[in-house]
């Protein structure tokens, strides 16, 4: 009890005595920093705050910090910071001996349950009333926004390899939405919208206004304030879920009401392949309020169908888009088809091909998607009849030398289509992963 004897007499409030029991610890007063950010919870002289929240295999977990005071001249001293499992008992009470040798005197067990609970409660949003269905508002915006590429009042994802122009295209799309014109073929917005382009990734500002100068065929010479009021925020070295009330202050300054994050790879907060980390991201887009369009890069011969790993990333938008490059030989045109992935709020939107023109100005137009990705339709349906033919499996490597292919084509055919393959692991005594029909059963 030395520490206590002996502390400043500038202490506001003695912890000794504003904690004596656990019968008389209040549940703490929480103030929510963001959804999937964190809470600060407030007991009689101790202020407790936990970053990044997020569902572990063991309940919630987050980056807590227990601190005492304020003191006379109105600072809080830290006593202890690290992660902690709030479910878990064992855990809290390590840190109740631990905060108990730093702070003798207050009821550390029945503080660390108090707040355990709180914010576990706070997480699963009891407070939120249950409502009969016929009774729900109707949203300020429903629909299409920009048909068939964006919805108006929910998430949109596209995602695809590299160099699939997913910025360049999002940059169009945004800008049409805040102009009201059409710069993707001759689709014009529903409605206009104030958009807030935050960037992750290492580009420069600079590189995107030159985008945007080229999209809308402006001379490099032309006043600046003949280009749209886009607002642009620099995101990069950080994740949408340290940076989102930057954001929330970035999107109400400017006024806008439509967000564009690129991209998911840059801002995520955790693996891309864990589910949650998809979860918290969804949260934090729901905590910042906006529509939105979130673009992507998936894993070279990656699943469409699981983006970045993790089949939550298009289950948890309402719209969401495959970019695919057209192969072949290469020239300042590019050719691209849009598949659609995940629909929800509206009937299936046929595919969609593009060709992107780059000269003085940059050109989009809207062209035959039959004819954008026709040799990638001709290889996965020739590897289809190879297995067919040889009714077993077979590795990529056999498969290439059969077709005449390069084995990363073929691997990238049959990750395009989960429905008709499946991946069997290598037969007896080799490391080579086998490729099958998912219509046929293969031996092992």
Not at 33 to 60: C, H, K, N, S, W
Not at 226 to 254: F, W
Not at 265 to 278: I, N, Q, R, Y
Not at 327 to 337: I, N, R, S
């Amino acid at each position: 009890m030395t520490a206590v004897q002996q502390r400043s007499r500038n202490v506001v409030l003695d912890v000794k005595e504003a904690l004596k029991g656990p019968a008389e610890v209040s549940p703490p007063e929480i103030e929510c920093l963001g959804a999937g950010v964190g809470y600060v919870a407030r007991f009689p002289m101790v202020r407790i705050t936990v970053d990044g929240v997020r569902q572990g295999r063991e309940g919630l977990r987050g980056e807590v910090r227990v601190e005492v005071g304020p003191f006379g001249d109105g600072n809080y001293r830290v006593l202890t910071e690290g992660r902690l499992e709030l479910s878990s008992i064992s855990q809290r009470e390590t840190w109740e001996r631990r905060l108990f040798k730093r702070w003798p005197g207050a009821e550390w067990g029945a503080v660390l349950d108090r707040f355990a609970a709180a914010i576990i409660q706070s997480e699963k949003r009891l407070d939120k009333p249950s409502i009969l269905l016929r009774d729900a508002a109707r949203p300020a915006a429903s629909g299409m926004l920009l048909d068939p590429f964006l919805l108006a009042g929910m998430p949109t994802i596209w995602y695809g390899d590299g160099g699939t122009l997913k910025s360049l295209l999002g940059l169009a799309a945004v800008t049409s939405l805040q102009t009201g014109a059409a710069i993707i073929g001759q689709t014009e917005p529903k409605e206009r919208r104030r958009v807030l382009y935050c960037n992750f990734e290492p580009f420069e500002d600079w590189e995107h206004r030159e985008r945007l100068r080229k999209l809308l065929h402006l001379k490099e010479d032309d006043p600046a304030d003949s280009m749209p009021d886009v607002a642009y925020l620099d995101c990069v070295g950080g994740t949408i879920v340290n940076q989102v009330e930057r954001i929330r202050m970035a999107a109400k300054r400017h006024g806008a009401d439509y967000l564009v994050i690129d991209s998911i790879s840059c801002a995520a907060e955790g693996p891309l392949a864990d589910d949650e980390t998809a979860r918290l991201y969804y949260r934090v887009l729901g905590y910042i309020g906006l529509p939105s369009l979130s673009t992507g890069h998936t894993a070279k011969n990656g699943n469409p169908d699981s983006p970045f790993g993790s089949v939550m990333w298009k289950n948890l938008s309402r719209l969401g888009w495959f970019f695919q490059r057209a192969e072949g030989p290469q020239g300042p045109d590019v050719a691209l088809k849009l598949t659609a992935k995940k629909w929800s709020t509206v009937a299936m939107p046929p595919p969609v091909g593009l060709m992107v023109r780059f000269g003085a100005g940059i050109d989009i137009e809207v062209a035959n998607s039959r004819e954008m990705v026709g040799q990638q339709e001709e290889q996965w349906k020739r590897v289809q009849a190879r297995l067919r033919v040889e009714n077993a499996a077979m590795t990529y490597e056999e498969l290439a030398i059969g077709l005449g292919l390069e084995a990363d084509q073929v691997k990238k055919r049959v990750h395009e289509h989960p429905e008709v393959f499946q991946i069997l692991p290598p037969a007896e005594g080799s490391r080579r992963a086998r490729v099958g029909l998912k219509s046929v059963i293969h031996e092992r």
